[in-house]
């Protein structure tokens, strides 16, 4: 069982805006900066936000995120065909001395 | 640019030790703030963090591999070492080393190794 919840799925048809929530704790999501990754199955997992909002170079501005209190999503607009993945959420854990993640979300694009 | 690639035994046997070791390049082990993360993933499962290796040469692991878990590394060759003891079929997955600058965040993985516990 993850430290951090997100739902197991979520979907959306090309072109819509989708979001991905995570859940923690006051010692993880509510007392740090919370980081998302895609995983495309087969591969490694990608950084697409970290320090709540910032996107690496090369993260397109489609995708955007934000955190309140002990909770976090991501924001997925104008959806494409390539956005189908596994999300995970993760955050420092100030218990564990180390990173959290959540349990992973798998997109659907229908 | 920054890499890193993971290599190691693919099967190993209950009991046995595994040594995997993550060779990067691009940045240097000992930079300020750069950390060097493992990270598991068993088939099908989530991400789990097994410990780190620090730019100034500290390390830090999870607490419940605490007593099996070592990491270690070599900054004459860029490379990281992780040891696990007594390994288990539970330890079978895909196995990560990751950079993780100052700003938090995995930013750079390698591609990962699976590992197999198996008699």
């Known amino acids: 069982q993850s430290v951090l919840t997100q739902p197991p799925s979520a979907s959306g048809t090309p072109g819509q805006r989708v979001t991905i929530s995570c859940s923690g704790s006051s010692s993880d999501i509510g007392s740090n900066t919370v980081n998302w990754y895609q995983q495309v199955p087969g591969t490694a997992p990608k950084l697409l936000i970290y320090?709540?909002?910032q996107r690496p170079s090369g993260v397109p501005d489609r995708l955007s995120a934000s955190k309140s209190g002990t909770s976090a999503s991501l924001a997925i607009s104008g959806l494409q065909s390539d956005d189908e993945a596994d999300y995970y959420c993760s955050a420092w854990d100030d218990r564990l001395n180390g990173p959290v993640f959540g349990g992973g979300t798998k997109l659907t694009v229908l | 640019q920054i890499t890193l690639k993971e290599s190691g035994p693919t099967l190993v046997k209950p009991t046995q030790t595994l040594t995997l070791t993550c060779t990067v390049s691009?940045?240097?082990?000992?930079?300020?703030?750069?950390?060097v993360g493992w990270i598991r993933q068993p088939p099908g499962k989530a991400l789990e963090w097994l410990g780190f290796?620090?730019?100034?040469?500290?390390?830090r692991y999870r607490p419940s591999l605490k007593g099996r878990l070592t990491i270690i590394r070599d900054t004459s060759k860029n490379q990281v070492f992780l040891t696990m003891k007594n390994m288990d079929p539970t330890d079978t997955g895909t196995y990560y080393c990751?950079?993780?600058?100052?700003?938090?965040?995995?930013?750079?993985w390698g591609q990962g190794t699976l590992v197999t516990v198996s008699s």
């Open positions: 691009g940045f240097s082990l000992t930079s300020s703030g750069v950390s």
């Open positions: 990751a950079h993780r600058p100052d700003s938090g965040g995995f930013h750079f």
């Open positions: 320090a709540n909002d």
């Open positions: 290796s620090f730019w100034d040469g500290d390390q």
